[in-house]
């Protein structure tokens, strides 16, 4: 058999030519064959994007553990994946600006705040990535995970954490008065997710490293909060100025 790219003779039994790493069993080009290679170009796995989405609800650690392994063409790449759902995120949240909040009963200073944290929230997301996974990677030293590798499962939850903001704002647009409690509720189901996510990844379960994970957490709130608040100030500075 010859290989219909590269031209180069392939054994029968052979699924990829050895040369060029085309399929040996190239047939005539459809429509549906043609959606295929256009997913495959564009998300570079063999499986779908919707799979990465389950799986990292229910198992977000082991994804990422997974993905630092080898798992690089089962998984959705994390960077593309954190880009993604920051894009459809800020959709929503722009929506959610129109609909869903009442500036009437908010003062002037809040609703500055809000409008600059909705204006800059996707290079918010960017920038708080490589320093969460930095936060977790000290907390975590010495066990055999580098920088790079918890920033793989920094941007895997970023990414999946935009998902949940979106569920999120999608029933407070429907129900604005489930606010207070819903955000609570939600925001304690992520922290718990965030939790698990980190011990999933660093296959621990003992209870100093639970508490390390918690502290990750808390710090890190701190540290975004307080990184948004000072790009605010300066943000103002140069407003007024
Ligand atoms: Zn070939």
Known sequence: M?????????????SYCPHCGQKSDVTRLNFKQLMKDIWIAFSNTDEGF?????????????????YVSGRRKHYFNPFSYLAIM????????????SYGIDY??????????LRFAFQYFNLFIFFMCPVYALVIWIFFLGNQLNYAENLVLSAYLGGQNMLYYIVAITIFIFIPSSINVLGLIIGLIIT?????AILQFYAKRSFWSI???ILVIVIFQIASQGMIRFAYSVYRISVLN
């Open 2 to 14: 010859q290989c219909k790219n590269c031209d180069q003779t392939i054994q029968d039994d052979h």
């Open 50 to 66: 919707l799979l990465l989405v389950k799986e990292l609800v229910y198992k977000p650690g082991k994804v990422a553990r997974a």
């Open 211 to 213: 508490m390390k994970a």
């Open 104 to 113: 009437s009963q908010m003062k002037t200073q809040d609703l500055e705040f």
């Open 192 to 196: 718990i997710w965030y939790i698990m």
């Open 86 to 97: 920051v894009a459809i995120a800020l959709f929503f949240i722009l929506r959610f600006e």
